[in-house]
């Protein structure tokens, strides 16, 4: 299981850290929507699955270790499930940096 | 420990994926130059204390969990080993996308 950057292949927003093993890496590039291995839940799991905010993939790049992936995606709706874009919408102070796109409690 | 993203602030480019303990979390902080921790080293590590190419921190952005952060950095030289700008220099089929900005021998 490694480390997966996903980043918004036009804006270069970093939108969340996730994690893949090999299953959920193959049913990416088969697929060619983003699907990661859910740590919690144990389980392979398609990105925006119930939301609908999927992943489109468009590149995906290897770190000089091999031991980490950037992939490069076109991001439907917002990648966070507290309604935020990216997940990193807050600074370590707190401050919270962007407004939120959606209102979970109506999409999931 | 947990992942952190480290981002050029001004192009957007993902240059690396590293490790923080509390005490490099606390180094960065207070020296605004960024410091990880060596998982092969297990010691605290000034990203570009032997070659020069240090990352001087932006922001930090924390995310929705809380387990992972994102720094915008201004990247002297090349952030990669290898002597490129970014670690995530190839895709996942071994094409290079980017070219070497510094040769390691020299630097290292």
Redesign the interface.
């Given at each position: 299981m490694i480390?997966v950057?996903a980043?918004d292949y036009r804006?270069?927003?970093?939108l969340?850290?996730a994690y893949m093993n090999e299953e959920a890496l193959k049913a990416t590039?088969s697929t060619g929507i983003v699907h990661y291995w859910s740590r919690s839940r144990r389980k392979l799991w398609k990105k925006g699955e119930s939301s609908g905010h999927l992943q489109l993939l468009k590149?995906?790049?290897?770190?000089?270790?091999g031991d980490?992936?950037?992939v490069k995606v076109e991001q439907r709706g917002g990648a966070?499930?507290?309604g935020?874009r990216s997940?990193?919408?807050?600074?370590?102070n707190g401050k919270i940096?962007q407004k939120r796109l959606f209102d979970p409690d109506e999409v999931y």
């Open positions: 480390p950057v980043q804006t270069g927003e970093v969340m850290l590039l590149e995906v790049l290897v770190d000089c270790d980490t992936l950037l966070c499930h507290t935020y997940c990193f919408y807050r600074t370590i940096t």
